[in-house]
């Protein structure tokens, strides 16, 4: 406990140093120097730390009482992909996400057969990097049961998820786990915020969630799932979009 403690005070610190550049969002962020360096020193601390507590420790959840009025979105809020648009336009009736790379049997499952599924609510808190929080009551499948269906290889280490949503240099969005998280019994692929269908500018129809993470890691708008050995010959290299532009591939809190 007292490694995490540490591992908040260092990130409050040193968002703490620029407020301005905190409300201007992860991208801002990203186009300092500094930022990418000092984060990255606070998540390789937060990464020892929950390795040396536990693999499968628990976030914290919340009451009814606890959730915010308002689950705030950031980064992307409105992809503008022909593909994306062609499943607003209908209500995703014709929305499924591809499960594939190392695996013994690729999937195809629609919202319909993701919601068949055994599913899960959980009330967590949302962390951003920029230095704000909000929790909200999510419910989705876990992510351990759709890999269980897909089988990984013994040659997958990673998992990484593919969305519809570009960045302003044009490239896809794209996140990945490690199996520990991607196994945890609070990782979601979530459809429904706060009782209700999730919104647009939260990532709908699915996103990840990733409680024990910064919410940078928690992609929106999924469209495949892929099991790898390395990131190696992935956009950048670094896991991530925003690993790529610098930040730590691990974000624990």
Same mark, same amino acid.
Request: net charge positive; with cysteine; aromatic share 10%.
């Given at each position: ?104 049997h690729p999937l195809s499952l629609s919202l319909e057969q993701l919601r ?30 759709? *890999? ?57 129809? *699915? ?47």
């Amino acid at each position: 406990m007292k490694l995490i403690n540490r591992r908040r005070r260092f990130l409050r610190d040193a968002l703490a140093l620029t407020g301005a550049v905190a409300l201007g969002g992860c991208d801002k962020l990203s186009e300092t120097d500094w930022a990418p360096k000092i984060l990255g020193g606070a998540t390789a601390l937060s990464h020892a730390a929950q390795g040396a507590l536990s693999r499968n420790a628990m976030a914290r959840e919340y009451t009814e009482a606890d959730i915010s009025p308002v689950f705030r979105p950031n980064g992307s809020t409105d992809p503008q992909s022909a593909e994306y648009r062609a499943l607003v336009a209908n209500g995703f009736r014709d929305y499924r996400l591809a499960i594939g790379g190392l695996v013994a049997h690729p999937l195809s499952l629609s919202l319909e057969q993701l919601r068949a599924l055994p599913n899960r609510t959980q009330i967590t808190r949302h962390d951003c990097v920029e230095g704000w929080s909000v929790i909200g009551k999510w419910t989705g499948v876990q992510l351990s049961r759709v *890999l269980d269906l897909a089988q990984p290889t013994k040659a997958a280490r990673y998992v990484v998820f593919r969305c519809y949503d570009a960045m302003d240099d044009g490239s896809e969005y794209y996140e990945s786990l490690g199996f520990d998280d991607a196994y945890h019994p609070q990782t979601l692929l979530a459809w429904e915020l706060n009782g209700k269908t999730l919104p647009i500018p939260n990532g709908a129809p *699915l996103r990840l969630r990733v409680p024990r993470q910064l919410g940078y890691k928690m992609a929106k708008y999924l469209r495949r799932i892929d099991l790898v050995a390395s990131f190696k010959d992935i956009e950048g290299g670094a896991g991530g979009y925003w690993e790529d532009q610098g930040y730590q591939w691990y974000a624990g809190i």
